[in-house]
């Protein structure tokens, strides 16, 4: 399982540290890139299909990210078991948990949960960032603030 | 909201109630390649110039608001709705995000020299609506290939590009 000492690693560093295939673009949403980097999902589109094919691949899509964990909830609903997850944000109505399907919005992000504090990739700072769930749950306004988590794929 | 963008939802959106502009019409005509689904479209899009413009980019993808999203598995569930079937209604799911004139919303193409899965030499355009809003930041669209030999618009070279 991933720990925060590893995900304390990344803190601070750009796209363009993480991604060896190009990938980088700072005004694309690097999210779900920076998340399948550090976890190794590299389901759907990676950024080799789109980038360069030099380093490992990593999903590059929220959406393909969700359905691929083992079981997803709302955010206050998580079981007091999961220690480690990722953790979705968006609004409601993009969500289907039911189907365990998202829809392609713009206003959607994803972190990776451990141990009380989330890392994901600030695009507005181009750099991985460390956040309390609280702070998180501000990365958009309402009603696209809505949380979810799911369990590492 | 760009003025390019607000003449581009609005052409697509013309598009999406049942009309097409075309630089130039053809007969209907059914397109595959391996691994891909076969493609029943009509008429087939050319451009104006050679190599494309950013113009003819943004004109080619409009003519092509009729493709369908399974046209490559990149464009699988890349809607903004689960609804969502056709480039056009894929593209008009972001522009429709982009109306806000405070918000910082542009359109981004890049034409580059390539070669079409059968070796044709060609031109490499891509399209990306671009939308910055401090952390609510997104590139979305299309990518798709023109023929040299004839300026023609290969319908099964159509991806849908971006991330987050």
């Known amino acids: 399982m991933i720990t925060q000492q590893q995900l304390n690693g990344y803190l601070g560093k750009t796209i363009s540290q993480i991604c060896q295939n190009g990938y980088t673009n700072a005004h694309d949403n690097h999210c779900a890139h920076f998340v399948s980097h550090v976890l190794g999902y590299h389901f759907g589109v990676t950024c080799r299909m789109m980038g360069k094919t030099i380093g490992p691949a990593a999903t590059l899509r929220v959406q393909e990210l969700f359905p691929r964990c083992h079981s997803v909830g709302a955010w206050s609903l998580r079981p007091a078991s999961v220690k480690a997850c990722l953790v979705f944000i968006t609004g409601a109505s993009n969500v289907n948990l039911g189907n365990r399907t998202m829809v392609n919005v713009p206003r959607k992000h994803v972190g990776i949960y451990v141990d009380g504090q989330i890392w994901h990739y600030s695009n507005a700072q181009q750099k991985v960032v460390k956040q309390l769930p609280a702070q998180f749950a501000q990365h958009y306004p309402s009603p696209d603030n809505r949380m979810f988590f799911g369990t590492l794929p | ?164």
């Open chain 2, 1 to 164: 909201m760009t003025r390019l963008a607000v003449l581009a939802a609005a052409a697509l959106a013309f598009t999406a109630c049942g009309s097409r502009q075309t630089q130039s019409g053809t007969s209907s005509e059914t397109i595959s390649a391996p691994g891909r689904p076969a493609i029943t479209s009509s008429p087939a899009v050319h451009v104006a110039h050679q190599p494309p413009t950013a113009k003819d980019v943004i004109d080619a993808a409009i003519a092509s608001a009729d493709v369908p999203l399974s046209v490559s598995s990149t464009c699988a569930n890349a809607g903004t709705e689960a609804a969502d079937r056709t480039i056009g209604r894929y593209l008009a799911g972001f522009m429709a995000q982009m109306q806000s004139p405070e918000k910082k919303n542009w359109i981004e193409t890049t034409i580059e020299p390539g070669k079409s899965d059968k070796g044709e030499p060609g031109s490499l355009c891509t399209l990306t609506l671009r939308h910055e809003d401090g952390d609510d930041r997104w590139g979305w669209g299309v990518r798709f290939f023109v023929r040299t030999s004839d300026g023609m618009v290969l319908q099964q070279s159509f991806t849908c590009v971006g991330a987050g």
